[in-house]
């Protein structure tokens, strides 16, 4: 049998992983810059979560959702402080698809309504209504398409509130920041007026925080840089370091009621005991702390580098824009530099997610790198 070839790869296979560095089956060591899509919050293979985890394996990796599982309160109790969002109760599952097919799904039950409100250029994942409120028509089936959605401009209250009147509408669902789409972000009176305006006409505010969130922003969800009070929040990539993991915030203003959702994997005691094992690490290095910090050094350093056109995103969800397409300078970095980097659907954007334990001396090696792979280009390019 062969794999589904869905992906196309780079020619890399790592085999280990620590901290801010990857290893491949040839001994190469590669700086990590984007923590396998802004996965890695905590750093690859930190010590105390890996016993952590084989601590829990051996006690007990698995059992169903119907007996008690004191480890998904605990993971409650400790995420609703870390976050300070102490007023919400979690539903634990396992991808990010998953958190916001789980978020929409709770704002239809909620309002009784169907439609959704996305906006251009979002990506919520590859499940039904998640794909469906996606604005990529290209990994949209003909089923996924028949959702009700309207794709509107970001920023654009108008045409938000002009939806949101016809009172057909369950939810609006945003980005705190955008990640696929290229760290295109709303602004703060945005946000501020979705929320008003949602609560205007009945329907839930959903943040997606599946990439956004966890520190990366340098506050625990980007939503609290603008003071507002969401419905529904969805997290995963950050919250396991690697380990499957995802789930939503609901606002202890909506009820629960049994079989409402459901799921057989999620929030298993592996899961608990790795998300728990993150917010710990996340505490005691003070790694939201890190992120600030390391961003303050990172955007001033870049400034050294004359042809980037602009620096976009928060914290440790950083986009780096040039006015040409970044796939030839990301394969310089990976093959020439060893720098892993990542893409969006902006093909002049370069994406840089690394795990939040990241060091500046990191960063100078990035930019001293960056600034040798664009001198070698453009002098490739002027010898031709
Ligand atoms: C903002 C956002 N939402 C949802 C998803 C989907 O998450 P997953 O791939 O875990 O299903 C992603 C993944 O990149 C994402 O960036």
Same mark, same amino acid.
């Given at each position: 049998m062969e794999l589904f070839e869905v992906y196309p790869l780079y020619d890399v296979t790592p085999v280990s992983a620590k901290g801010c560095y990857v290893i491949d089956n040839l001994g190469q060591k590669y700086l990590d810059l984007y923590g396998g899509h802004g996965v890695i919050s905590i750093g690859h293979s930190h010590k105390e979560y890996v016993s952590a985890l084989s601590r829990q394996l051996g006690q007990m990796g698995f059992y169903s959702n119907s007996i008690k599982n004191p480890l998904q309160e605990a993971l409650a109790h400790k995420l609703g402080k870390v976050s300070k969002c102490e007023d919400y109760n979690l539903f634990l599952c396992n991808s990010g698809a998953e958190a916001n097919e789980n978020a929409l799904k709770m704002a239809s039950f909620e309002t009784g309504k169907s439609k959704i409100i996305a906006f251009e250029k979002a990506f919520h994942g590859r499940t039904s209504a998640a794909v469906a409120v $996606? +604005? @990529? *028509?290209?990994?949209?089936a003909p089923l996924n398409s028949q959702h009700k959605v309207a794709f509107l401009p970001l920023n654009d209250e108008i045409a938000v509130e002009r939806e949101l &009147?016809? @009172?057909?509408?369950a939810a609006v669902i945003i980005e705190g920041i955008q990640g696929v789409g290229g760290l295109n972000e709303g602004s703060g009176d945005f946000f501020r007026s979705l929320e008003k305006l949602c609560k205007k006409y009945g329907a839930m505010l959903i943040l +997606? !925080?599946?990439? &956004? /969130?966890y520190g990366r922003s340098g506050k625990f969800f980007s939503f609290q840089h603008h003071g507002i009070h969401p419905d529904i929040i969805s997290m995963a990539k950050g919250m396991g370091n690697g380990f499957p993991v995802g789930g939503i915030l609901i606002s202890n203003s909506i009820n629960a009621s049994y079989g409402m959702l459901g799921t $057989?994997? /999620? /929030?298993n005691h592996l899961a608990c005991a790795a998300a728990l094992s993150v917010l710990d690490i996340i505490e005691k290095e003070q790694l939201i702390d890190n992120v600030r910090e390391v961003s303050r050094h990172f955007l001033k350093r870049i400034k !050294? %580098?004359? @042809? %980037?056109k602009s620096v976009k995103g928060k914290g440790l969800m950083m986009g780096i824009s040039f006015d040409f397409p970044v796939s030839e300078l990301r394969k310089a970095l990976i093959f020439d530099e060893h720098i892993f980097t990542g893409g969006s659907s902006d093909p002049n954007l370069l994406r840089l997610l690394p *795990?939040? &334990?990241?060091g500046t001396d990191e960063i100078d090696r990035f930019v001293d790198a960056l600034k040798r792979v664009l001198t070698r280009i453009s002098n490739t390019k002027n010898s031709i």
């Open positions: $996606t +604005d @990529n *028509p290209k990994i949209n &009147s016809k @009172n057909d509408v +997606d !925080e599946i990439q &956004s /969130g $057989t994997f /999620g /929030g !050294e %580098i004359q @042809n %980037i *795990p939040l &334990s990241i």
